[in-house]
């Protein structure tokens, strides 16, 4: 019989640790699960853990800043300030201007993550690197709101402080980025599956990868009850000024950096690892060198299947005939295969987000042009968030379990296909709206522009183009996060992570070649044009990484079945 011993007041057994981490351990009422129970047990996923919340609170107010700022971007740089019957407005520089400086704002925040990645993953850790990145966010934060004051307004300060704080706060938001999504799910400890008794007296069984995708989903609900921000936001810049709408979230970051301090002696931390962004390139580097030498000397190796090794196999220590200059093992190189065989899925995430990008310039001009019963137009795109955070919980607790008990599995690939679907039907139906736009009174393809006012159709038209994108997002955003995390080797999380949300900053370049057709009278033809390339690159991405799924499942599988051989040693 095993030992146990009391830890946190509950039972454990000290005895039934994980092979590899010390810190997965049963508790009173728990086994390991065996092969038989992967087949007939139901999959759960665990609890989240306390420090898991911590984090998730810390990107709360981290989104909540970010989306209170940007809601009133759109109106504060294209409209002038305080124009008679005129939408709020500050720096007069017409929708062109607004949408390329937001469009540059989403790349730079995007791109910014790769940094706070390689100082997290090099040098300070997750933990100290979220503290020095978030010192950034608040001084682009002050200046942004010393800026926005009527004083500075007039005296031409708006647009220069728009885009010094735009920097300063993309410096912010990409380092906080590139490790808060991996540092939540970090927090879960527990990596083997295991059986629990309910109360009723039936057994499940819990599953790490279930409760990834949990935590995940929830992470991606905090973030969008913090996007719900904007509204506070948009309607202090309607009724006060821009100065006091961007104080609150200015106000609320300084909440965010206490929190996430509050939770300090709780966190799972991961060392730094060192240089792994110089060492992954050597790394490849080496492997096309002695790839192209063993094909050049009719060398090539073959797996223990028959086929023909991949080209970053060729930078093994053991495959190589001289490997003196080689600083990493075998081990290193699968790892980094395996963070590039993840990154392939990412290719058509631009696209996706070119999408998503519209509810944040060309949608909120689009509710510009249309009565919105003296709601402030900036407003609607707050329909999103609130979506997203009525159907997570939707998702996780009723959809994804009601698709399991019924045998069918959601994997990956799947979800993130059906995404990338939907997302093409939200841009067509923003298409025919706009259509709509055009074809009414009194002002047609010109409404909003110099005296117009707006044309005589109303705004909710708007609402289920916006519960699309939510849905799109659910399915593709949120489980491109888990993937990102779950696929990447230990040592490389943040730098995997990073990749992804690259992949955003794509969407903005995308976006800047669609500027000369973000304007009246072709919008139409803009909403169109990215609907098709979304439906497009959905048949692309189906057909290319469909048998991911698969690959993903058997792989899973095998590492489990490896661990149960182990136990019978």
């Given at each position: ?99 390329g400086l937001s469009n540059f704002f989403q790349f730079w925040c ?14 300070l850790g997750k933990y100290k690197t979220i503290l020095l990145f ?436």
């Amino acid at each position: 019989m095993s030992s146990a011993s009391i830890k946190q007041g509950v039972k454990v057994n000290t005895e039934a640790h994980h092979l590899d981490h010390d810190g997965d351990i049963l508790q009173e009422g728990e086994r390991w699960a065996t092969e038989e129970d992967m087949s007939t047990l139901r999959r759960v996923a665990d609890k989240i853990p306390t420090a898991a919340y911590f984090v998730v609170l810390t990107e709360f107010c981290e989104r909540f800043t970010y989306y209170g700022i940007t809601g009133p971007f759109q109106n504060y740089i294209s409209n002038g300030y305080q124009v008679p019957n005129s939408r709020p407005g500050a720096i007069d520089g017409g929708q062109q201007m607004a949408t390329g400086l937001s469009n540059f704002f989403q790349f730079w925040c995007y791109l910014c993550p790769i940094l706070g990645a390689i100082i997290a993953d090099q040098w300070l850790g997750k933990y100290k690197t979220i503290l020095l990145f978030s010192l950034v966010y608040i001084l682009g934060n002050l200046v942004l709101t010393l800026t926005a004051l009527p004083v500075s307004i007039r005296a031409g300060g708006a647009l220069p402080g728009m885009i010094i704080a735009m920097i300063t706060i993309g410096l912010g938001t990409g380092g906080i980025k590139a490790n808060v999504s991996p540092m939540v799910a970090e927090q879960y400890s527990r990596f083997r599956p295991f059986v629990r008794k309910l109360k009723s007296g039936k057994e499940v069984l819990v599953d790490r990868e279930l409760t990834i995708q949990s935590i995940f989903s929830w992470f991606y609900w905090a973030i969008n009850v913090g996007g719900l921000s904007a509204i506070a936001t948009t309607e202090l810049e309607a009724n006060v000024d821009f100065w006091a709408a961007y104080l609150l979230p200015t106000l609320m970051f300084v909440a965010c950096i206490f929190v996430f301090w509050l939770g300090r002696s709780r966190y799972i931390l991961s060392k730094p690892t060192g240089s792994i962004v110089v060492k992954a390139y050597r790394t490849g580097r080496a492997g096309l060198r002695n790839y192209r030498l063993a094909k050049k000397e009719n060398r090539l190796v073959m797996n223990e299947n028959g086929k023909k090794v991949s080209w970053i196999d060729y930078a093994k220590p053991s495959l190589a005939t001289d490997s003196t200059s080689m600083d990493w093992d075998d081990r290193f190189v699968d790892e980094l295969r395996t963070a590039i065989r993840s990154c392939k899925i990412f290719l058509c995430y631009p696209i996706f987000w070119l999408c998503y990008g519209q509810i944040s310039n060309n949608l909120i001009s689009q509710s510009g042009q249309m009565n919105t019963g003296g709601v402030p137009n900036d407003i609607m795109q707050n329909i999103d968030p609130l979506c997203i955070i009525i159907l997570i919980p939707i998702f996780d607790l009723l959809i994804y379990p009601g698709f399991r008990r019924c045998g069918l599995e959601l994997r990956p690939v799947t979800r993130i296909t059906i995404g990338f679907l939907v997302a093409a039907l939200a841009m067509a139906y923003a298409a025919i709206i706009q259509h709509l736009v055009y074809t009414t009174g009194p002002y047609y393809t010109h409404p909003g522009e110099g005296e117009n006012g707006f044309n005589d159709i109303s705004a909710g038209l708007q609402v289920p183009a916006y519960i699309l994108i939510a849905i799109a997002e659910i399915f593709a955003s949120v489980t491109g996060l888990e993937y990102a995390y779950k696929q990447a080797p230990e040592s490389m999380k943040s730098i995997v992570m990073s990749i992804f949300l690259f992949t955003n900053a794509g969407g903005s370049i995308l976006a800047f070649c669609f500027n000369s057709i973000a304007v009246n009278p072709h919008l139409v033809k803009n909403f169109a044009i990215v609907s098709g390339l979304m439906g497009a690159f959905t048949v692309l991405f189906f057909v290319c990484f469909r048998h991911y799924d698969q690959r993903d499942a058997e792989e899973i599988m095998d590492k489990t079945m490896f661990e149960k051989q182990t136990d019978q040693y």
